[in-house]
């Protein structure tokens, strides 16, 4: 159900295996708030699949869907606009390639239909894989409600940026609370800006692009949590005023409090992440990248997680789901027929990660229907590590997520150089999918 990212990659990795597919995808008929056109697997924002730099958790990713040929990956590969070190696509010519490889394919029937009830669904199938994404139609969501339990699935999401500690420059970021002394320590990174660096900034994040969200998607929202825009919309020194207000804040390098500051809180306990302070943002994730990386400090940063303002819907993943991504809610499981979920319905952010989720999902399912045990995702894998995060009941209130370092288990012997550090996690990772690699080749899951 849903022929986005996820649901495509999923419906053309089984039809190749010849496993035969329903696809239910509600656009045309049906539109979302963000989606255009009535392709399956549409972009809906930016055209880039990010980066493809091996010793990069966006390349490790897709080394990983290479090396496991997914389908969509050659498919984004063949539609390829130069992008420097990133793949990024010609997003028409991409959908319409996808729309036609999963129409052509003869295993694969594609109903433009919107799915609203689950379990009446499940009893036409052998397994059912539900990939109806961030912006998952109400009455599914409600079917899907009954399904596991939850009285809540979508959620007006309005998450600032999450950046990389290790991508920040600490020769201008400096660590302190507010009235404290600095050099004391203190629970806040801080990003200073002079009157000059600040003005330069509040220009270019008024005329970046943003995410264009119909107003019923935004007025709720906009009323609780203003992004920070729509705060330098309000007056050009309003940010200053707010939550980018200098007080009680010194910077080392001058001695005096600066003209304006962001603040950075760690995002996890090992501080390898951190978030921008009152930054939620509806702006593009491009733009993001842009004019986030204006904020002094922040030049080279790396996006754990772009800022999001729009319905999101996600489950649970942490409760909900097994490693194999079923899911194992009490009501799912007294349905004849296993439901998968897959994308970022599942808790994965970003287009790549929904693809490879999609593989996922489709690697299960067939383990299943060939009656063999799906060997265990290798967690030393950058897509492993974050299914592990995402499906351990450990964690508590996840939100979906882009594959990063951070979630990667430390090296046994820590090294303080970067890149060489990121070489040895890239080492790692493809060590293990190697060995993942030969295990499924072993249950004849792979050729
Ligand atoms: C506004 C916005 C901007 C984003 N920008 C970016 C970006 O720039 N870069 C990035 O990497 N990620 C971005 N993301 C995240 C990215 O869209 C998702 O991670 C990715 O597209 C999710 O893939 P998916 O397959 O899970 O869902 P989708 O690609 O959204 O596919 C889900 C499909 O299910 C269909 N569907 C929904 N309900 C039903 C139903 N009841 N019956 C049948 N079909 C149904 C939908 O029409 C849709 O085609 C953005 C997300 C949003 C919402």
Not at 391 to 418: S, W
Request: overall charge negative; proline content about 5%; aromatic content about 8%.
């Amino acid at each position: 159900v849903g022929g986005g990212l996820a649901g495509s990659e999923a419906a053309l990795n089984l039809a190749q295996r010849g496993i035969t597919v329903a696809l239910y995808e509600m656009r045309p008929e049906t539109p979302t708030a963000v989606h255009h056109t009535g392709y399956l697997a549409e972009l809906v924002c930016s055209n880039s699949l990010k980066s493809t730099k091996p010793d990069s958790a966006a390349g490790l990713l897709k080394h990983e869907l290479d090396t496991l040929s997914s389908p969509l990956l050659a498919l984004a590969r063949q539609s390829a606009v130069p992008a420097g070190g990133a793949l990024a696509v010609d997003r028409v010519k991409f959908a319409q390639a996808v729309t036609h490889a999963v129409e052509q394919h003869p295993l694969i029937s594609v109903h433009h239909e919107e799915v609203s009830d689950i379990a009446f669904l499940a009893t036409s199938c052998d397994a059912l894989m539900l990939a109806s994404g961030p912006l998952t139609s109400d009455a599914l969501s409600r079917s899907l409600m009954d399904l596991t339990g939850c009285d809540a699935l979508a959620f007006y999401d309005a998450a600032a940026p999450v950046v990389m500690a290790d991508s920040l420059n600490y020769e201008k970021i400096f660590r302190q609370s507010r009235y404290e002394e600095a050099g004391e320590g203190g629970d806040y990174l801080n990003a200073a800006f002079t009157k000059s660096e600040y003005d330069a900034f509040i220009e270019e994040l008024l005329g970046a692009e943003r995410v264009i969200a119909k107003d019923f998607e935004t007025k709720e929202l906009f009323q609780a949590c203003q992004p920070i825009e729509e705060i330098a919309r309000a007056g050009h020194d309003a940010p200053r005023f707010g939550t980018m207000k200098p007080v009680g804040l010194t910077d080392p390098a001058t001695g005096k409090r600066p003209w304006a500051a962001l603040q950075l809180r760690a995002e996890d306990a090992f501080g390898s992440s951190y978030n921008l302070v009152g930054f939620q943002t509806n702006l593009t994730f491009p733009e993001q990248r842009r004019v986030f990386r204006m904020i002094p400090g922040l030049e080279e940063a790396e996006f754990a997680r772009y800022g999001v303002m729009h319905r999101n819907t996600f489950i649970d993943a942490p409760r909900l789901l097994n490693a194999d991504a079923q899911l194992v809610s009490e009501p799912a499981l007294a349905l004849k027929t296993p439901v998968y979920v897959i994308g970022q319905l599942a808790g994965t952010e970003g287009y790549t990660e929904a693809i490879r989720s999609g593989l996922h999902g489709a690697l299960s399912v067939a383990a299943r229907l060939q009656g063999v045990t799906l060997p265990a995702l290798p967690r030393d894998t950058v897509f492993g590590a974050l299914m592990a995060y995402a499906t351990n009941p450990a964690t508590v209130q996840y939100q979906p997520m882009h594959v990063n370092f951070g979630l990667l288990r430390p090296l046994d012997t820590p090294i303080r150089n970067k890149k060489a550090r990121y070489e040895a996690y890239a080492a790692r990772a493809n060590a293990a999918l190697d060995a993942y690699v030969e295990a499924l080749k072993a249950k004849l899951l792979l050729d």
